[in-house]
């Protein structure tokens, strides 16, 4: 079992060792610059690590919300058309020009994913990716990204962690630092 661990944790160090400081550079400039609202979306352990960057950035005091985290939105469109268009749903509603969209994927290729980037990109909203594999879909339509090059979601999805931390350590001057709850 053992053998197991390590290899994971090898390959982890490896995957994040080819994301570069420089390559977050976009996306912090554009939180330091005051970015409106800040929505941010992804799947499965993509979006356990948006609502972790979603509790950073309010720790930031920025305004930043979780496209996934109302669960009678997800319910309600989910049931009246298609769990697809959940997010795009909401920044249809609540979103608009001078907010942004932060997407954190492994695929990339995540139908409500590509279809909140759709509806950010006509809204005229900044938007921003954290992605793995070869970027899918979302690659062009995001106009900033952090690319991993990896097939392993486990590898990406810790990679995306560090990157999220990483980012709000380049945040930390921003406001003063959180209060314990």
Not at 92 to 104: N, Q
Not at 108 to 116: F, K, R, T, Y
Not at 120 to 135: E, K, N
Request: charged content about 20%; some cysteine; proline content about 3%.
């Amino acid at each position: 079992m053992a053998s197991r661990s390590a290899e994971h944790l090898k390959r982890s160090r490896q995957v994040l060792g080819t994301v570069a400081a420089r390559d977050l550079g976009p996306l912090v400039e554009r939180l330091l610059a005051g970015p409106g609202t800040v929505w941010v979306i992804g799947n499965g352990g993509s979006q356990a690590n948006a609502s972790h960057m979603v509790l950073h950035l309010q720790e930031r005091g920025l305004r930043a919300h979780d496209l996934l985290a109302e669960t009678a939105s997800i319910t309600a469109v989910s049931n009246d058309t298609d769990y697809a268009k959940v997010a795009s749903a909401t920044l249809r509603r609540l979103a608009g020009k001078g907010d942004s969209l932060i997407v954190i994927t492994g695929s990339g290729d995540s139908p409500n994913v590509v279809l909140a980037l759709v509806e950010a990109r006509r809204l005229g909203m900044w938007t921003f990716g954290l992605l793995g594999f070869d970027g899918g879909q979302a690659l062009a339509l995001c106009g900033n990204a952090v690319l991993v090059v990896s097939k392993d979601y486990g590898c990406i999805e810790d990679a995306h962690s560090a990157v999220i931390h990483a980012i709000n350590a380049e945040l930390g001057g921003l406001t003063k630092p959180r209060t314990p709850l």
